[in-house]
């Protein structure tokens, strides 16, 4: 069965510093998808990055950058210049390939980021 | 263009009690998902619906159902309710697409308190 673990319950970082995110997966299916959501207080989530199970290049969205080791089955997310509204939920989250699976996402447990200025 | 939208946002009921949520995708997206949220469990999926049909569906007991009507909206309807139901529901749409990067908009959720 896929799984997603993020080993990091909660981080602070400084305002305007990089941050690393870790996600690592498990999945026996060869074509999948990785996707990173950030989660307000207000509860919402909102979709950062996706990359995908045969993409060559690691993706990038603006300050959010994705460091995909596939040997390694890790996808973490790079927020650099961290702002105070960076302060959120971050879940990472997989969706298979097999047409079974349908839109089917299957979450981390998620990291709490607190950005102090 | 609007999106995704849940009601009620918030909802307090009793054990024992049925409850049923709204959840209306973003115009023309014809996949709706939904997901439990607990701070235990963290987030859990529970059912896709896609052209009034469930396309999948999560390890939760037959107390929790949902249906899509034809103009994409669903609605899901959790019986008997237990106080281990209390949780953040939250429904994402999506286009229905080849390949694997399919987008799911999220709402905003229905935070449901069973007491």
């Known amino acids: 069965a896929q799984k997603i673990t993020q080993t990091q319950p909660g981080m602070f970082v400084q305002e305007k510093e990089a941050v690393t995110l870790d996600c690592t997966y498990d999945?026996?299916?060869?074509?999948?998808?990785l996707f990173w959501y950030k989660q307000p207080s207000s509860g919402e989530m909102i979709f950062l990055i996706y990359?995908?199970?045969?993409?060559?290049q690691n993706a990038t969205e603006g300050r959010y950058s994705l460091n995909f080791q596939k040997a390694r089955k890790s996808a973490n997310l790079v927020i650099s210049a961290s702002q105070l509204g960076d302060s959120a939920m971050y879940f990472c989250a997989m969706r298979e390939g097999r047409r079974a699976a349908g839109n089917k996402l299957t979450f981390g447990g998620g990291t709490r980021v607190l950005v102090k200025p | 263009k609007a999106g995704v939208t849940q009601t009620p946002r918030y909802l307090i009921k009793t054990r024992g009690q049925q409850v049923t949520l709204s959840c209306s995708p973003i115009s023309g997206h014809r996949s709706v998902s939904w997901y439990q949220q607990t701070p235990g469990q963290g987030l859990q999926f529970l059912f896709e619906y896609f052209s009034e049909t469930q396309r999948n569906k999560g390890n939760f007991p037959g107390r929790f159902s949902g249906r899509q009507f034809s103009n994409s909206r669903s609605e899901m309807n959790v019986s008997t309710l237990e106080l281990g139901d209390s949780a953040l529901y939250l429904c994402?749409?999506?286009?229905?697409?080849?390949?694997?990067?399919?987008?799911?908009?999220f709402g905003p959720g229905t935070r449901l308190t069973v007491l």
């Open positions: 990359q995908g199970s045969y993409d060559q």
């Open positions: 994402a749409s999506s286009l229905v697409g080849t390949g694997l990067y399919n987008e799911q908009f």
């Open positions: 999945t026996s299916d060869p074509s999948y998808g």
